[in-house]
């Protein structure tokens, strides 16, 4: 069993009983050492005294703060004397709507079961009662020496809590992207459109069929490179759309969504669980040329799309008649 990250009371009003912090996700990033290039050795992080040059131990090692260049020295246990017992309570301060909660505030999930025996009607009363009440209670507790405000949630028969940032964590958008356009409104057949498209492309929410993607074709990547082999490298991305090809992206979108073999092509879509193979080229019988050269760009995707062109949704409409030429 798994050891808990954080250990303490949990508390509601006048109900309180012990709990345990558990790490609920895991990381499947394929970790890289460094190296010296041309060697095999690697490279090291040191903590080093920048004016000897020489490795200092971590226990003689303290935190100091920069204060207009003279540092004000703190231990490490005197920051946790000025948070007496704090650090051992998860106290909640009441409960909200879980919908009040905006998503940018989320950070991290942890779950959190009870320690020892004797707690565990409490521990339910409370999971059952967030349940059926769609709250989630707000508290805070310090952890790691960082105070943390949270939210506690049911969830499937037992409580998780949700780390979240604080208000002033949250950055104005308005303030961190350049040239943010003021709003303007699309025209009513494009607003119709544009839903027709989100409509053509609702489905259900399956968290089991989405995968890593880009952590499988870095294990590929690896493979080949020990086979002595090549990979294929991925596709540019596709360029964006102007105002101008607006409404024929998306009607094409939507003609597109409702094909019969768009589900087949929305399941290999990137990061969407599949294992089905990608479908063979079809071989185009020999025809007479068609003047091509005056067809709209969505009307050429729909000849692309048919002659399972590569590519094509990538493509500019001078790229689709020049494919669709020498098909």
């Known amino acids: 069993m798994a050891r808990p990250v954080w250990a303490g009371n949990l508390s509601f009003g006048l109900v309180s009983l012990p709990v345990g912090l558990y790490t609920a996700t895991d990381s499947h990033t394929i970790r890289f050492h460094q190296l010296q290039r041309g060697t095999a050795d690697r490279i090291r992080n040191r903590r080093v005294n920048e004016r000897t040059g020489e490795e200092v131990d971590s226990s003689d090692i303290v935190k100091g703060y920069d204060a207009g260049g003279e540092y004000v020295l703190v231990e490490p246990k005197e920051l946790d004397e000025i948070a007496p017992g704090r650090s051992q309570a998860l106290e909640i301060a009441g409960f909200v709507d879980l919908d009040e909660v905006e998503p940018i505030f989320f950070d991290r999930t942890y779950y959190l079961g009870p320690r020892g025996k004797g707690y565990e009607k409490v521990y339910s009363l409370l999971e059952q009662a967030l349940a059926k009440t769609g709250k989630a209670g707000i508290a805070t507790f310090v952890m ?126 990137s990061g969407r669980a599949t294992a089905k193979k990608k479908p063979a080229k079809k071989r185009i019988r020999s025809a007479p040329k068609e003047d091509i050269s005056g067809l709209s760009k969505a009307d050429l995707y729909k000849k692309a799309a048919a002659a399972n062109v590569s590519g094509r949704s990538h493509m500019t409409r001078d790229d689709l008649v020049k494919a669709l030429s020498s098909t």
Request: aromatic content about 4%; overall charge negative; charged content about 35%.
């Open 144 to 269: 790691r020496q960082r105070e943390y405000l949270v939210a506690v949630k049911a969830e499937d028969g037992l409580l998780t809590v949700h780390t979240l940032h604080w208000a002033d964590e949250i950055r104005n958008p308005k303030d961190e992207i350049d040239g943010l356009p003021e709003r303007t409104k699309g025209t009513a057949e494009e607003v119709r459109m544009a839903e027709q498209l989100i409509e053509a492309l609702a489905m259900k929410w399956d968290p089991e069929q989405f995968h890593d993607t880009f952590q499988e074709k870095v294990a590929a990547l690896i493979e080949a490179k020990q086979a002595g082999e090549t990979v294929e490298k991925a596709e540019p991305a596709a360029e964006p759309t102007g105002a101008v090809d607006l409404m024929e992206a998306l009607r094409a979108s939507v003609e597109r969504a409702r094909s019969p073999k768009a589900t087949g092509e929305r399941a290999t879509t």
